[in-house]
Nanobody, 123 residues
């Protein structure tokens, strides 16, 4: 069972940047496709970025395309989300998640989740 722990959230001004990190303590990180998902109260979950186990298959949501970058370091069992040009509408709880099936990742279906980290963007 994958165990995920996010960090790096916080308060930032509009136009600023943050980098989120997620560490997998399961010992099987290199087998998993990873994702960052955000949740706003009253709104549906949005998968903002996914990356396959090799680090070469990457997808972004239209809302973050060109502003966010997902990358991973398998030696450190860590996946990152680098966020630039942050907007107020990016405010959300950001979750790290994983699945061993790429098709499920594309469909937004994940087997393991972290606890979430709050990102708040002020105007």
């Amino acid at each position: 069972q994958t165990q995920l722990r996010e960090s790096g959230g916080g308060l930032v001004q509009s136009g600023g940047s943050l980098r989120l990190s997620c560490v997998d303590s399961s010992g099987a990180f290199a087998d998993y496709n990873m994702a960052w998902i955000r949740q706003v109260p009253g709104k549906a979950r949005e998968t903002v970025a996914i990356i396959d186990w090799s680090g070469t298959g990457i997808r972004y949501s239209d809302d973050v395309q060109g502003r966010f970058t997902i990358f991973r370091d398998n030696a450190k069992s860590t996946v990152y989300l680098q966020m630039y040009s942050l907007k107020v509408e990016d405010t959300a709880v950001y979750y790290c998640a994983s699945t061993d099936n790429w098709g499920r990742a594309l469909a937004g279906q994940f087997s393991a989740w972290g606890q979430g980290t709050q990102v708040t963007v002020s105007s």
